[in-house]
């Protein structure tokens, strides 16, 4: 039976972004890594990210960039986490008079296509509050 | 301590060769920039490439019958002509070298670039489109610097219009502000001609130890060339990570840290400049170094292209040779190319495109990795 495969492992769950919590400099990071990309102190923490954030910066992807297998165009932006921490992300709304600075933007595991075998592949993005 | 002078220039033109290899390509610009310098024997050669593989500057010096001395490849993205500039003039300073030529190869492939520097999944999830994070860039820029559509249209008029004058450039045809509006919208704000094309190309120098801060003689003295990486922080910076810090207004770009060292090493800054060649990936991208490079103060970028400062006979002339926009880019090749313009500009060799009494030049560019380089020159 076609199963569903994370895009890459270690990224995120069904319900949360996967970062990581520097105890030296308190800083948050993402990906999760084993050592702090600010600091580099090795005391780090995995932790769960907020599943919720605000538009920062976005825009469409218009043509498909090499080796990129989904649909077009797709949204993509950065979305500002709680933990003070901008997410670079594809965004689940491509068109662009829908989005604004500042706006709720929330998780969304999404898929992105689909395998010869009929497995789908998902990964992170972010999709307007009021959507979701 | 010793001072290095830019002795001989040569170029092969920016564009597309279709039967030509790229180390043909450097043979023309070696041989034109040996030639320039009266044919001096070096003893090292450093070469900027990015997409040559292993051993192209090799090639090229193969094809001279001028091995023997060290000769060295070094990559850093759209700075690796200036990574290698910086390593040459430090060894001369050092007074391990009394000549060392430098020169930038490159052939790159067509399209969107595609670069061994993303992960596999990071292509997969769409998350390595290169245009989007300079629109992205250029969203946040128009957003704090009240820059419009319109304005990142000016930039590229600006420059189709310099390059007319330049016979090294690929395009050289001017254009409207709404034919570039009218070019396919890639990535919002950016629309096709707003964007510099990859292409092919060389450029060489050589560079000789001189007395310091000569100032008498007609030469032109490199008076600093510096490389910078990344600091860790911005969402949005070169080195294109999957996160930035939300508190990162302390956080210098990397285009501002080698201009730092730049202008210290030179013991210039950026009033004492009369013309720039830039990094001009994209329309914002120029905008933002005149921001970053210090050139105008913070939120200012679009006023001063509004106003025509950085037009030839503005103020300060940004990109006299068309820039990227006109030249397209070959990764290895553009930083030296810009030092070939500045040179022919401090020469006051320029034809109708020259700076008029330029004395003090600077040359930027950035990209992957992070990756910054900057150039002062002075006569
Ligand atoms: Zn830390």
């Given at each position: 039976?076609?199963?569903?495969?994370?895009?890459?492992?270690?990224?995120?769950?069904?319900?949360?972004?996967?970062?990581?919590r520097c105890d030296a400099c308190r800083r948050h990071h993402f990906p999760a890594a084993t050592t702090c990309p600010y600091c580099g102190s090795t005391a780090v923490t995995e932790v769960a990210l907020s599943d919720?954030?605000?538009?920062?910066?976005?825009?469409?992807?218009?043509?498909?960039?090499?080796?990129?297998?989904?649909?077009?165009?797709?949204?993509?932006?950065?979305?500002?986490?709680?933990?003070?921490?901008?997410?670079?992300?594809?965004?689940?709304?491509?068109?662009?008079?829908?989005?604004?600075?500042?706006?709720?933007?929330?998780?969304?595991?999404?898929?992105?296509?689909?395998?010869?075998?009929?497995?789908?592949?998902?990964?992170?993005?972010?999709?307007?509050?009021?959507?979701? | 301590?010793?001072?290095?002078?830019?002795?001989?220039?040569?170029?092969?033109?920016?564009?597309?060769?279709?039967?030509?290899?790229?180390?043909?390509?450097?043979?023309?610009?070696?041989?034109?920039?040996?030639?320039?310098?009266?044919?001096?024997?070096?003893?090292?050669?450093?070469?900027?490439?990015?997409?040559?593989?292993?051993?192209?500057?090799?090639?090229?010096?193969?094809?001279?019958?001028?091995?023997?001395?060290?000769?060295?490849?070094?990559?850093?993205?759209?700075?690796?002509?200036?990574?290698?500039?910086?390593?040459?003039?430090?060894?001369?300073?050092?007074?391990?070298?009394?000549?060392?030529?430098?020169?930038?190869?490159?052939?790159?492939?067509?399209?969107?670039?595609?670069?061994?520097?993303?992960?596999?999944?990071?292509?997969?999830?769409?998350?390595?489109?290169?245009?989007?994070?300079?629109?992205?860039?250029?969203?946040?820029?128009?957003?704090?610097?009240?820059?419009?559509?319109?304005?990142?249209?000016?930039?590229?008029?600006?420059?189709?219009?310099?390059?007319?004058?330049?016979?090294?450039?690929?395009?050289?045809?001017?254009?409207?502000?709404?034919?570039?509006?009218?070019?396919?919208?890639?990535?919002?704000?950016?629309?096709?001609?707003?964007?510099?094309?990859?292409?092919?190309?060389?450029?060489?120098?050589?560079?000789?130890?001189?007395?310091?801060?000569?100032?008498?003689?007609?030469?032109?003295?490199?008076?600093?060339?510096?490389?910078?990486?990344?600091?860790?922080?911005?969402?949005?910076?070169?080195?294109?990570?999957?996160?930035?810090?939300?508190?990162?207004?302390?956080?210098?770009?990397?285009?501002?840290?080698?201009?730092?060292?730049?202008?210290?090493?030179?013991?210039?800054?950026?009033?004492?400049?009369?013309?720039?060649?830039?990094?001009?990936?994209?329309?914002?991208?120029?905008?933002?170094?005149?921001?970053?490079?210090?050139?105008?103060?913070?939120?200012?970028?679009?006023?001063?292209?509004?106003?025509?400062?950085?037009?030839?006979?503005?103020?300060?002339?940004?990109?006299?040779?068309?820039?990227?926009?006109?030249?397209?880019?070959?990764?290895?090749?553009?930083?030296?190319?810009?030092?070939?313009?500045?040179?022919?500009?401090?020469?006051?060799?320029?034809?109708?495109?020259?700076?008029?009494?330029?004395?003090?030049?600077?040359?930027?560019?950035?990209?992957?990795?992070?990756?910054?380089?900057?150039?002062?020159?002075?006569?």
């Amino acid at each position: 039976m076609p199963g569903v495969r994370p895009v890459h492992e270690g990224l995120f769950t069904p319900e949360h972004l996967i970062g990581g919590r520097c105890d030296a400099c308190r800083r948050h990071h993402f990906p999760a890594a084993t050592t702090c990309p600010y600091c580099g102190s090795t005391a780090v923490t995995e932790v769960a990210l907020s599943d919720t954030g605000t538009l920062w910066a976005w825009t469409a992807v218009t043509a498909p960039p090499p080796g990129y297998r989904g649909e077009v165009p797709f949204g993509f932006g950065v979305v500002e986490l709680p933990e003070g921490l901008r997410v670079i992300t594809r965004l689940g709304e491509s068109d662009l008079s829908r989005l604004s600075f500042g706006q709720a933007m929330k998780l969304d595991i999404a898929p992105l296509h689909e395998e010869d075998d009929g497995t789908a592949v998902v990964t992170y993005s972010f999709v307007p509050s009021e959507c979701a | 301590m010793t001072g290095v002078a830019i002795v001989g220039i040569g170029m092969h033109p920016f564009g597309r060769f279709e039967d030509k290899t790229v180390t043909e390509m450097g043979v023309e610009a070696v041989r034109a920039a040996l030639g320039d310098a009266g044919d001096p024997e070096f003893q090292a050669a450093f070469c900027g490439t990015a997409y040559s593989g292993v051993a192209a500057g090799h090639k090229v010096l193969g094809a001279l019958g001028r091995t023997g001395t060290p000769i060295v490849d070094v990559e850093a993205g759209c700075a690796s002509g200036g990574a290698a500039l910086m390593l040459a003039a430090g060894a001369i300073r050092a007074g391990q070298y009394d000549c060392a030529l430098v020169f930038g190869i490159e052939k790159m492939p067509k399209g969107i670039i595609r670069s061994s520097f993303f992960e596999p999944w990071r292509e997969e999830a769409g998350l390595a489109a290169t245009p989007a994070y300079f629109a992205l860039r250029a969203q946040r820029l128009m957003r704090e610097s009240g820059v419009t559509k319109d304005l990142l249209a000016q930039v590229v008029v600006k420059n189709r219009r310099q390059g007319v004058h330049n016979p090294d450039a690929m395009f050289r045809a001017e254009v409207t502000a709404d034919e570039v509006l009218a070019s396919r919208l890639v990535c919002e704000p950016l629309h096709l001609w707003m964007l510099c094309s990859p292409n092919e190309g060389a450029a060489a120098v050589v560079l000789r130890a001189a007395p310091a801060r000569d100032g008498g003689g007609p030469g032109v003295t490199l008076a600093a060339a510096t490389l910078r990486s990344h600091l860790p922080g911005s969402a949005l910076h070169e080195g294109t990570p999957l996160s930035g810090l939300a508190d990162d207004a302390d956080i210098p770009a990397p285009t501002t840290l080698a201009a730092t060292a730049a202008y210290e090493e030179a013991g210039l800054g950026p009033a004492d400049l009369d013309v720039v060649e830039c990094q001009d990936t994209d329309a914002a991208r120029e905008l933002l170094s005149y921001e970053e490079l210090g050139l105008c103060p913070q939120g200012e970028s679009g006023e001063w292209i509004a106003e025509g400062v950085t037009a030839l006979g503005g103020r300060l002339p940004v990109n006299p040779s068309g820039g990227l926009l006109s030249k397209g880019e070959p990764l290895g090749a553009s930083a030296l190319g810009q030092v070939v313009e500045l040179t022919r500009q401090l020469r006051g060799g320029a034809g109708p495109r020259q700076v008029d009494g330029a004395r003090t030049a600077l040359g930027h560019t950035v990209g992957r990795g992070a990756n910054a380089s900057v150039v002062l020159l002075q006569r």
